[in-house]
Structures are given as structure tokens and as C-alpha cells.
């Protein structure tokens, strides 16, 4: 009796024992990481990849923004270079105009007889056609170079842009020489020149800003 008692006990414990190994979760072992601890370094390092990409992105228009009003400031200081030799603002209009200050949008036409008016050439290096009656007597009848214009200042279809490659360029003439430009109607100007658009204006000879787009900067350069 005693005997059969002694089994039994030892058979329970042993099952007993058994059941607990079974269900007893493993152990993970020292130095390993689960899925999730890896999903979220690897979250974090395309986290930090991002936020570096963004600084460098904000760097590299920091610099951009820098060059492109660099560029503005050699044509306004062309443009009036150009005025204190000949008398009067590069005429690159459908009209001169002398009772108001002009606006006008390189884009829509004036953008080559402007850098033909500042260069004393051709887009190209080529020189100016007629001294008497074509482009160089039109333009810049000395043929002199107020400023240069590069590669990168034109697009394919030989349309002057930014830095940005921005075509919408604005050149604006104290043409009235009261030293003001004012009574400029257009829309969305950049915050620095946003009182031209009044009676009382800003004091300045030559304005030349491109409105930024698809989240890039305003370039201006005031003279």
C-alpha cells in the first residue's frame, strides 16, 4: 500500500512538472531583440536620414537664395551703369515711357532685347545686328557690356530664369526719375517691395524680383 501510495506521488510531481516545462514561455536570450525593438531603430534611423536631408536641403537653398540675389544685384548695377551712360533706362518695352515708373515681365518677351540692352551682344556672344538701324542701335548702340549673362541664366528656349529656374522675372524702371518706383500693379509681391504698389512706393531706381514657387524663396535685389 505504501509502495503503490510512493508511485503515485512521484507520478503526480512528474506530470506536474512535465506540464510546467511545457508551458513555460522561453527566455529571450541575452542580447537579442524582438521585431519590435528592431522595427523601431529602424524607424528612428529613417527618421534621423530625414530630418538630415531636410537641413541639407534648407543649406543648399540657403546658398542658392545668396546667388540668385548675387546675380539680381549685377543686372540692377548694370542697369544703372546703362542709365548714367546713355540717359535713359534700356528700352526693352513696346513703348518708353517717362510719366510712370515700368513694369516689365521677362518671360512674356522683353527677357532677350534685356540682356541684349546689358550684355552689348546676343544671348550667344554674337555680336548686335545693325549699328544704324537693328539691335545694337536699339539696344545698346555702343555695343558695351554692362553686365554678362551665363548659360545658366537661360533656360533651353533661351528665356531667362533664376537660379531656381523661375522664369518669371520682374524688372521695374524709375522711369518717371523721381527716385521712387510706385503705382506697381501687380499681384503677389514679395513682402520686401509689397509698398510699390502704393502712392507713396519705395525708394529705388531699379527693382528686379522673381516670386518664389512650388515652396521656393523670393529673390530680390533693390538698387
Same mark, same amino acid.
Given at each position: 500500500?505504501?509502495?503503490?501510495?510512493?508511485?503515485?506521488?512521484?507520478? #503526480?510531481? !512528474?506530470?506536474?512538472?512535465?506540464?510546467?516545462? *511545457?508551458?513555460?514561455?522561453?527566455?529571450?536570450?541575452?542580447?537579442?531583440? #524582438?521585431?519590435?525593438?528592431?522595427?523601431?531603430?529602424?524607424?528612428?534611423?529613417? *527618421?534621423?536620414?530625414? +530630418?538630415?536631408?531636410?537641413?541639407?536641403?534648407?543649406?543648399? +537653398?540657403?546658398?542658392?537664395?545668396?546667388? =540668385?540675389?548675387?546675380? !539680381?544685384?549685377?543686372?540692377?548695377? $548694370?542697369?544703372?551703369? &546703362?542709365?548714367? +551712360? &546713355?540717359?535713359? &533706362?534700356?528700352?526693352? $518695352?513696346?513703348?518708353? #515711357?517717362? #510719366?510712370?515708373?515700368?513694369?516689365?515681365?521677362?518671360?512674356? =518677351?522683353?527677357?532677350? /532685347?534685356?540682356?541684349?540692352?546689358?550684355?552689348? @551682344?546676343?544671348?550667344?556672344?554674337?555680336?548686335?545686328?545693325?549699328?544704324?538701324?537693328?539691335?545694337?542701335? @536699339?539696344?545698346?548702340?555702343?555695343?558695351?557690356?554692362?553686365?554678362? !549673362?551665363?548659360?545658366?541664366?537661360?533656360?533651353?528656349?533661351?528665356?531667362?530664369?533664376?537660379?531656381? $529656374?523661375?522664369?518669371?522675372?520682374? +524688372?521695374? !524702371?524709375?522711369?518717371?526719375?523721381?527716385?521712387?518706383?510706385?503705382?506697381?500693379?501687380? /499681384?503677389?509681391?514679395?513682402?520686401?517691395?509689397?509698398?510699390?504698389?502704393?502712392?507713396?512706393?519705395?525708394?529705388?531706381?531699379?527693382?528686379? &524680383?522673381? @516670386?518664389?514657387?512650388?515652396?521656393?524663396?523670393?529673390?530680390?535685389?533693390?538698387?
Amino acid at each position: 500500500m505504501i509502495s503503490t501510495r510512493i508511485f503515485a506521488l512521484v507520478f #503526480t510531481l !512528474f506530470f506536474t512538472g512535465c506540464k510546467k516545462e *511545457e508551458n513555460k514561455t522561453p527566455e529571450t536570450p541575452k542580447g537579442a531583440t #524582438t521585431d519590435n525593438e528592431a522595427t523601431k531603430r529602424d524607424n528612428e534611423a529613417k *527618421e534621423m536620414k530625414r +530630418v538630415v536631408e531636410q537641413a541639407e536641403l534648407r543649406i543648399k +537653398v540657403q546658398r542658392l537664395t545668396s546667388i =540668385g540675389q548675387t546675380t !539680381f544685384q549685377q543686372w540692377c548695377a $548694370g542697369v544703372t551703369r &546703362y542709365k548714367s +551712360v &546713355y540717359g535713359f &533706362y534700356p528700352n526693352i $518695352g513696346t513703348a518708353y #515711357t517717362t #510719366t510712370a515708373d515700368s513694369l516689365h515681365k521677362l518671360e512674356a =518677351g522683353p527677357g532677350i /532685347p534685356f540682356v541684349k540692352a546689358l550684355y552689348g @551682344k546676343n544671348p550667344t556672344g554674337t555680336p548686335l545686328s545693325g549699328a544704324a538701324t537693328g539691335d545694337r542701335a @536699339k539696344y545698346n548702340r555702343n555695343a558695351e557690356e554692362f553686365c554678362s !549673362f551665363s548659360n545658366d541664366n537661360l533656360d533651353n528656349s533661351g528665356i531667362l530664369i533664376d537660379v531656381f $529656374g523661375n522664369s518669371k522675372i520682374r +524688372v521695374i !524702371f524709375d522711369t518717371d526719375g523721381n527716385g521712387r518706383i510706385k503705382n506697381i500693379s501687380e /499681384p503677389d509681391l514679395p513682402k520686401e517691395i509689397a509698398a510699390i504698389s502704393t502712392a507713396e512706393g519705395i525708394p529705388a531706381r531699379v527693382i528686379i &524680383y522673381t @516670386k518664389g514657387e512650388n515652396g521656393m524663396p523670393d529673390i530680390v535685389a533693390i538698387q
